[in-house]
């Protein structure tokens, strides 16, 4: 595992996320996205980027965090991202 990576996927499943997150924009598929099981982030970072990429607003990423103890590490990673409950809405 990386230890000052922002994600643990790898770039092969960067790359299949990506073409999951472009297929749902062009097939014009409705609602958010989701990350779950969360350990850094990089995931639900990169789909938002991709969002960003192609000037989409109404859609959002969501996570859920795996452990309730990294919530805390969380937050103080990103705070940008509103905590709610058990599921963290980046927005």
Known sequence: MPRCADTMIGLKRL???QFCVETAIREDTEGDFI?????RGGACIFMRAVLVAYAIKNRKVRLQIRLKDCRNQFR??????????????YS
């Open 15 to 17: 790359d299949s996320l």
């Open 35 to 39: 990350e779950t099981g969360v350990w």
């Open 76 to 89: 103080r990673s990103f705070p940008l991202i509103k905590v709610t409950n058990c599921i963290p809405i």
